[in-house]
């Protein structure tokens, strides 16, 4: 009896260890559950095995199975839970439970009893860090018995499954938390590059789907009235609703339980479902979906929807994973927003700043010139008045005459660098003439723009040519400088170069400063090139809209 027993217990101990062996080396769960199967199967002599998974639904699952007759269930059958058998006593009580007698069982399960001979069933419960996971259960033919302490025995088995299942999902989990670390970096660079909000919602709705192992996903955008415009759309089937579909509100979808409500919405069956956006679902086969809202500055903007085709509903954490791509998305607004009341706020300044200029340069051109000209006239007459003795008396005279000419011509510099007045009657190509003929450097000019452009524009476009211009011969010491000037494309393109000694510096001197907030208020961007002894190139591009016909004279003076 002594000797039997120490067999029976070495034999329990070397089937222990093989399982716990395949557990210590990360083998596949389903590897381990084939395998308890089979040990608690032959330990215990009986003559069938199961290793069962409880579903979220109620229904049970085969994920393991072995016989000694050959006539096992196949793995992967679904049974629903009901009647009395172990299966769904287990699941009941959650405790182990023992049918001697299968004539006494009821249920699906039991109707499958007499196809496999089944007699004395003993089923022990699988809990998996305190949620019971699953049932492992062995029967033996009809007639036979099975062990009384078969349930303790079966014990140990059940905690090398758990084990298992635990350390499974725990590499899932990491797994799954790298792959969603690395989703988030990579939105999150776009959105730290400031990418434009339609490449970030492309990266998110894509981003999210392949996650989170969805066929669907979708940003969209709220209209006032509630309807949802989609921004970016992605599909894992090769069916994507295209970016644009504007969907009426109402209904019940998530698009409208999000809008109603602010938080996230799930709906795991498309059973009830109404509104446009369920008509779509319908066709893509779409059987549940979660949408997360997108909110900036406390302001709901959109909402963040992934679907699936399948029947089981998506994950219980999808919410909680989707925020963080809804939380990038808002950023990523929130950038787009600042930078574009930014820009916005610049482009307001500089065209104060224009606006002040010309006020300035109209007041001298009809005030102070023209009180000079006056001036002028007046004291040449009193000249001419004068008695022809008064010879020191006339000299005098002329002296001031001539320094009268001299301020008027050094107001009319001053007027002309504040804001040209042949920029606003002429357009950009005669003020640049007129502005390489002024210049102290020679220049080779090359304009090629027809008709006018917005003001603000032409306005960067002088500014940076004077300035390259006023450098070249003030710093750099050049002898020649070329000026190509272009409109194409919905660009216009400037580029001054000069053969100078070079080492200029964009980040020093508020006059090539002063013309990169210039440029960046009008949307567009400065690059300079300067290497020492070798010249400076300075070039802009500005967005331009399409170039207009001049409202008003097309010649230069003088034509």
């Known amino acids: 009896m002594v000797t039997q027993r120490s067999d029976r217990i070495a034999g329990e101990q070397a089937a222990l260890r093989r399982v716990a062996t395949l557990v210590a080396r990360a083998a596949a769960p389903e590897e381990v559950f084939a395998a308890v199967a089979e040990e608690a199967g032959q330990l215990l002599g009986a003559h069938h095995s199961w290793m069962t998974r409880y579903d979220p639904d109620g229904a049970a699952r085969l994920v393991a199975t072995w016989s000694s007759t050959g006539a096992a269930a196949p793995a992967g059958t679904r049974l629903s839970l009901g009647g009395r058998n172990v299966r769904t006593l287990v699941f009941q009580t959650g405790r182990p439970a023992r049918i001697d007698n299968s004539t006494d069982a009821t249920g699906l399960v039991a109707d499958l009893a007499p196809g496999f001979g089944y007699g004395v069933a003993v089923g022990v419960p699988v809990s998996v860090e305190g949620r019971l996971w699953g049932v492992m259960v062995v029967a033996s033919s009809q007639g036979e018995s099975l062990p009384v302490d ?215 051109h009809d005030g102070a010139q023209q009180h000079l000209v006056s001036l002028a006239l007046q004291l040449r007459a009193a000249q001419l008045t004068a008695p022809s003795e008064a010879g020191e008396l006339m000299r005098q005279l002329d002296e001031v005459a001539t320094g009268l000419v001299e301020v008027q011509e050094e107001l009319r510099e001053i007027a002309h660098g504040l804001h040209p007045a042949i920029l606003a009657e002429y357009g950009l190509p005669s003020a640049l003439k007129e502005l390489a003929r002024r210049s102290a450097v020679p220049v080779r000019l090359d304009v090629r723009v027809e008709g006018r452009l917005a003001e603000p524009v032409e306005t960067a476009a002088y500014y940076v040519v004077a300035e390259a211009l006023t450098n070249a011969a003030k710093h750099a010491h050049a002898t020649t400088a070329e000026v190509h000037v272009a409109a194409s494309e919905g660009l216009l393109c400037v580029r001054v170069r000069d053969d100078g000694r070079g080492g200029a510096d964009g980040t020093r001197g508020s006059g090539l400063t002063g013309l990169n907030d210039r440029a960046e208020a009008l949307g567009g961007r400065m690059a300079l090139h300067s290497p020492p002894g070798a010249g400076t190139t300075l070039q802009v591009q500005l967005p331009v809209e399409p170039a207009r016909p001049t409202a008003v004279r097309t010649a230069g003076p003088g034509a």
């Not at 992605?234 to 109603?260: D, E, K, M, Q």
């Open 150 to 364: 078969s349930e303790a025995r079966l014990a140990g088995f059940t905690e090398l499954v758990a084990a298992a299942i635990a350390n499974s999902q725990a590499r899932v989990e990491l797994r799954w938390f790298a792959g969603e670390q690395a989703a988030l970096r990579r939105v999150a660079t776009l959105v730290a590059r400031a990418a434009p909000p339609e490449e970030v919602f492309g990266a998110v709705a894509e981003e999210a789907g392949q996650l989170l192992g969805a066929h669907h996903s979708w940003m969209t955008r709220y209209d006032p009235d509630g309807a949802a415009k989609l921004v970016a759309t992605w599909s894992s089937t090769g069916t994507a609703v295209p970016a644009g579909t504007r969907l009426s509100p109402g209904g019940r979808n998530v698009y409208t339980l999000v809008f109603h409500t602010g938080c996230p919405a799930r709906i795991d069956s498309s059973t009830g479902t109404s509104g446009p956006e369920c008509d779509i679902a319908s066709e893509l086969g779409v059987r549940s979906a979660v949408g997360v809202p997108v909110s900036v500055e406390g302001r709901l903007w959109g909402v963040l929807v992934v679907s699936s085709t399948q029947e089981e509903p998506l994950p219980a954490d999808t919410e909680a994973r989707l925020a963080g791509f809804t939380d990038l998305a808002a950023t990523a607004l929130a950038n787009a927003e600042a930078q574009t009341e930014l820009a916005a706020s610049r482009a307001r300044i500089v065209t104060t700043a224009d606006t002040a200029r010309r006020r300035i340069e109209r007041n001298l």
